[in-house]
């Protein structure tokens, strides 16, 4: 019996030593499990604040996001909610600030228009102003987002605008002209007419704006190659049988 003690409490003690290995096994793998579940969940909720921002303008304080994303024609913004407070009477913008809107999977409001004309009129919006690149060619594009988006201050500005008034001038004009001047008696006739220039009242020369005497061949041609983006083609020049100058211009497509 007492030969048998030393052999027994070996055992036991093997058997107390592999129970807390496998304890300690146990509690790293727990440790390890519960570490793994903490950072999905904190990345869960990461994605979950993210989507919430995006989606419904709210932060995890319940306050309202000052940040807001808008994805227009597949081009990303980002911007202040405050850029459209300014504007919460219009109600495409009070949608906008409402989350009554349509929203991409990552949370971004979607606007189905030209995503780089949207860049102007979000400047329009900041600042109040129309900036624009020089030279800028996309009207008809941006009228058409003023009257999309009912601005009416950013359609004005763009009607008032000396560069649209001057293209739209221009789309109204003939392709080719022609101006017949008489050496002698400086008699000017232009053909066909041509938007705000006649000829003058006393038979001499051509009147622009209804104030400007234009009273040498010279003072008109330069009028029509400065003002209305006509280029000279041909000059001929008097004649024994045609005692008239005439000057052939024409526009390039250009200047259309």
């Not at 036991?12 to 579940?37: A, E, G, N, P, T």
């Not at 949370?107 to 102007?120: E, K, N, P, Q, Y």
């Not at 209804?210 to 009028?223: N, Y």
């Not at 280029?231 to 008239?244: D, F, K, L, T």
Request: charged share 20%; proline share 4%; hydrophobic share 40%.
């Amino acid at each position: 019996m007492l030969e048998l003690l030393p052999w027994s409490n070996h055992h036991v003690s093997q058997s107390l030593f592999k129970r807390k290995i496998d304890h300690h096994i146990l509690c790293s793998l727990c440790s390890s499990h519960l570490s793994s579940y903490s950072r999905r969940r904190t990345q869960m909720s990461l994605s979950a604040m993210g989507w919430l921002q995006n989606s419904l303008g709210l932060d995890v304080t319940g306050e309202w996001s000052q940040i807001m994303n808008i994805n227009v024609g597949g081009v990303a913004y980002t911007c202040l909610r405050k850029t459209f407070l300014k504007h919460k009477d219009n109600p495409i913008f009070d949608a906008l600030l409402k989350g009554n809107v349509r929203r991409s999977d990552d949370g971004s409001v979607v606007i189905d228009r030209d995503g780089m004309m949207f860049r102007h009129v979000l400047n329009f919006l900041r600042s109040g102003r129309l900036l624009l690149p020089d030279p800028f060619e996309e009207w008809d594009l941006l009228l058409d987002d003023a009257r999309f988006y009912l601005l009416k201050d950013l359609e004005e500005a763009i009607q008032q605008s000396y560069e649209y008034q001057q293209r739209t001038f221009r789309k109204s004009l003939p392709q080719a002209v022609c101006v017949s001047w008489s050496e002698a008696t400086n008699a000017a006739a232009v053909a066909p007419p041509l938007p705000a220039l006649q000829a003058h009242g006393t038979g001499s020369g051509l009147l622009y704006q209804g104030s400007q005497h234009l009273a040498t061949l010279d003072d008109a041609v330069a009028t029509l190659l400065s003002v209305y983006g006509y280029a000279v083609q041909h000059w001929r020049e008097p004649s024994p049988g045609n005692p008239r100058h005439s000057v052939f211009l024409t526009l390039s497509s250009g200047q259309r």
